[in-house]
């Protein structure tokens, strides 16, 4: 860890509960790594201390915080301004603090984004099905279709696919197709796509045993991307790599939505090997 100065800049991570993140470790692995006078640190913020929270990070000059649950939504009201994709998913990650005037930004989205085309996928003109519609859903739907995707949104409870899509119709003219998560409708959305992003909470600890997608409608030529990062590597991925799919894990999310933070803190570029490093290590000390 640098040490700590008169002129140590401060950031950190929001959250209820907040022990297990990961974030500490991938940002001060970042600062050192590039000689950066900043420290960021864990706040463990109630619900109800929220807005106190908020106003500390004015008040003590506090640079830069990301937002995890139960915050990302109810952290809105409290900014001055939102960049478009916050703005347009409702739900904000990193706050950016100039001067006092706070900025609230969505770089969950945008480091799916990152972590897909760092594998040269470009969504453009692909169907991309898209497994779930709760917040983590909104994020991926939002930023494929704003990336050219056509989407099939399949989820447990339809009515929530359809409010899904249709709260992105009126931003983009992508086709967004929503179903019942059913294996029947999964084989028909798969048809013509090769780009399967799960989104559920099906699969992560403690029910590893589980999966969305029935393994024979796995096969080579796709992508299958997890969102899950506990475990690493998901029933879903295991089978997807057995098929032959190439497969990305939710710890790349991870990393990609804190490097674009960092850059928001820093203006520096930021060092993804060092940040995965460190996230890697994080969530293996965890076990
Ligand atoms: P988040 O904000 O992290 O996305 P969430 O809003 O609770 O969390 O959403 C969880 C997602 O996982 C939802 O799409 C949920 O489906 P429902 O909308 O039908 O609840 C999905 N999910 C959770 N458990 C599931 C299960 N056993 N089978 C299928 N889908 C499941």
Not at 29 to 54: M, T, W
Not at 130 to 144: Q, T
Not at 178 to 193: F, P
Request: glycine share 8%; charged share 20%; aromatic share 6%.
């Amino acid at each position: 860890m640098n040490s700590i100065t008169g002129k140590t800049r401060v950031c950190g991570i929001i959250g209820d509960p907040i022990e297990h993140t990961m974030s500490p470790a991938m940002h001060n692995a970042a600062f050192e790594a590039l000689g950066l006078d900043y420290v960021y640190l864990p706040f463990h913020v109630r619900r109800e201390e929220l807005a106190c929270a908020i106003n500390g990070m004015r008040a003590l000059n506090i640079v830069g915080l990301n937002v995890t649950i139960p915050h990302k939504v109810d952290v809105i009201p409290l900014l001055d301004k939102l960049d478009a994709m916050a703005e347009r998913v409702k739900a904000v990650n990193t706050v950016v603090n100039e001067n006092g005037v706070l900025t609230g930004y969505n770089t969950d989205a945008p480091g799916f984004l990152q972590a897909l085309r760092s594998r040269s996928i470009e969504p453009e003109g692909k169907k991309i099905v898209v497994l779930g519609a709760g917040g983590a859903a909104k994020g991926v739907s939002f930023i494929l279709a704003e990336a050219g995707a056509d989407l099939a949104i399949l989820n447990r409870t339809l009515s929530r696919a359809e409010e899904l899509a249709s709260q992105i119709a009126p931003y983009y003219q992508n086709k967004v197709k929503a179903m019942t998560l059913s294996e029947e409708n999964l084989k028909q959305a798969l048809d013509g796509a090769n780009v399967l992003v799960n989104n559920t909470s099906v699969g992560m600890v403690p029910e590893v045993d589980q999966t969305p997608v029935p393994a024979r409608l796995l096969k080579s030529g796709m992508t299958v991307f997890d969102i899950v990062y506990n475990p690493l590597e998901t029933r879903l991925l295991g089978e997807a790599k057995a098929a032959g799919a190439c497969t990305i894990d939710g710890l790349d999310m991870l990393v990609w939505q804190g490097v674009l933070a960092f850059e928001k803190f820093t203006g520096r570029k930021a060092p993804f090997e060092i940040m995965k490093e460190a996230a890697t290590k994080a969530l293996a000390n965890e076990k």
